[in-house]
């Protein structure tokens, strides 16, 4: 199975600065359709998970642009740009280009 | 608006079985690959198993092959998971979803929460 390595793990941010969350395969995530199938997730206390980004970089309705995802291969990363009080929670990288898919353990984000 | 409505968790002993349902709404149901994902008590997320539009093709992680099985009926916008032969370590919220990878387009349930003990 491919494992998907978050760092860090907890993340204390100051509102309004920025934040960033890296994500390592074990297998590189470019499926043999071209694609590379990293996405993000974000799961606030006590919610459902939610998609934030998919295909690496591409945002979700309703997704505010102070998120944005990078990066290729096996190396991924997501950033928020200015941390605000509603992003606190777990968030996840997770791939679906081999299958079992999988997801990293999770970093949480918590305001300072 | 869609919705995707999880029921049927609850407590069971080990080795016993649970039916959990998941009712869709709000969109074309059977265009639609389904799947469910677990969460067991603090812990992180575990993708379990995945059907077709369909229901012809069907996957399953390991840790659930030959144990569970997922099922859907697209006349009744609903979802299953059969889940038999349970164990302590099923112990989890099992959230119901649908996405498509290349789109934004994602939902998940509320779940349900399966506690397999004694």
């Known amino acids: 199975d491919v494992v998907m390595t978050q760092s860090p793990l907890s993340l204390p941010v100051t509102l309004g600065q920025p934040a960033s969350i890296s994500c390592r395969s074990s297998q590189s995530l470019v499926h043999s359709d071209g694609n590379t199938y990293l996405n993000w997730f974000q799961q606030r206390p006590g919610q459902s998970p939610r998609r934030l980004i998919y295909?690496?970089?591409n945002r979700d309705s309703g997704v505010p642009d102070r998120f944005s995802g990078s990066g290729s291969g096996t190396d991924f990363t997501l950033k928020i740009s200015r941390v605000e009080a509603e992003d606190v929670g777990v968030y996840y990288c997770?791939?679906?280009?081999?299958?079992?898919?999988?997801f990293g353990q999770g970093t949480k984000v918590e305001i300072k | 608006e869609v919705q995707l409505v999880e029921s049927g968790g609850g407590l069971v002993q080990p080795g016993g079985s649970l039916r959990l349902s998941c009712a869709a709404s709000?969109?074309?149901?059977?265009?639609?690959?389904m799947s469910w994902v677990r969460q067991a008590p603090g812990k992180g997320l575990e993708w379990v198993a995945n059907?077709?539009?369909?229901?012809?093709?069907?996957y399953y992680v390991d840790s659930v092959k030959g144990r569970f099985t997922i099922s859907r009926d697209n006349a009744k916008n609903s979802l299953y998971l059969q889940m038999d032969g349970l164990r302590a370590d099923d112990t989890a919220v099992y959230y119901c979803l649908t996405m498509i990878w290349g789109a934004p387009f994602g939902y998940w349930g509320q779940g349900t929460l399966v506690t397999v003990s004694s």
């Open positions: 997770m791939q679906r280009t081999h299958w079992p898919w999988t």
């Open positions: 295909k690496v970089s």
């Open positions: 709000g969109f074309t149901f059977s265009h639609y690959w």
């Open positions: 059907i077709k539009p369909d229901g012809s093709e069907k």
